[in-house]
């Protein structure tokens, strides 16, 4: 089954594996984590690419098929699956258009920060996003550890 070479994947990227592993139970699991992965196709992988499309950024659904594609990589490389990797070469990526991306003006940064001083929690989060450029996952995942004082 999928999920077998998805444990397997899981296992050799523990250090980032948090947030790969979730994707892969909400986006990719319920559609081909049961199946035998002899009977996946591209076709299946095209669909399930189709649905996220409806819902999800053109990015995120990129990074679902990554991850279906690096799973079957490392399975491969682990010579548990001897046929080609059914995203290489056979997927295409959907085009990224960015062009929706928008700074902060210097006068929406003070805004902010003076809206969230009184706040404890969010104004440490508030700043650490302004000064780091973090994503929420980012900065949540943030330990003392990582922290060089």
């Keep these: 089954m999928f999920n077998h070479f998805a444990?397997?994947?899981?296992e050799e990227k523990e250090d980032s594996v948090k947030k790969i592993k979730r994707t892969y139970e909400i986006h990719i699991e319920a559609f081909i984590g049961k199946l035998d992965?002899?009977?996946?196709?591209?076709d299946d992988i095209k669909k399930i690419q189709k649905l996220k499309k409806i819902d999800l950024a053109e990015k995120?659904?990129?990074?679902?098929?990554?991850?279906?594609?690096?799973?079957?990589?490392?399975?491969?490389s682990k010579k548990l699956f001897a046929k080609s990797n059914p995203i290489s070469g056979q997927i295409k990526r959907i085009k990224v258009d960015n062009?929706?991306?928008?700074?902060?003006?210097?006068?929406?940064?003070?805004?902010?920060?003076?809206e969230t001083k009184c706040k404890d929690h969010l104004y440490v989060?508030?700043?650490?996003?302004?000064q780091t450029g973090g994503r929420?996952?980012?900065?949540?995942s943030l330990c003392k550890k990582y922290v060089k004082l």
Excluded: H, P
């Design 7 to 10: 444990n397997i994947y899981f």
């Design 125 to 130: 989060f508030t700043l650490l996003a302004l």
């Design 60 to 76: 995120t659904v990129n990074a679902i098929i990554q991850i279906i594609g690096a799973i079957y990589t490392v399975a491969i």
């Design 99 to 114: 062009a929706s991306e928008r700074y902060l003006q210097l006068d929406e940064i003070k805004l902010l920060i003076q």
């Design 37 to 42: 992965v002899a009977i996946i196709t591209t």
């Design 136 to 140: 929420l996952g980012t900065i949540l």
